[in-house]
């Protein structure tokens, strides 16, 4: 789980370098991927896993994605 969510997060956060041409669409897909991620990464955290550091970026990265969409408001 903390791979997908690790992957899932990097995803949104480097789709922020394509901040101009975001459309709504877009948008709600974004925020759908970042409550996967962050979702999927607190799991992670929870079940005391392997891969605990990618949880922690995950759900760090997902914050950020997160604290930019809400920007964009």
Avoid at 12 to 27: G, R, T, V
Avoid at 63 to 73: E, V
Wanted: hydrophobic share 60%.
């Amino acid at each position: 789980m903390a791979i997908t969510a690790f992957i899932m997060a990097v995803l949104c956060f480097l789709n922020w370098l394509n901040l101009p041409d975001w459309n709504a669409d877009m948008e709600v897909g974004l925020w759908m991927f970042t409550i996967v991620s962050v979702v999927l990464g607190s799991i992670s955290l929870q079940q005391k896993r392997k891969h605990k550091a990618l949880s922690i970026i995950s759900v760090t990265l997902a914050a950020l994605t997160m604290l930019i969409l809400i920007g964009r408001i």
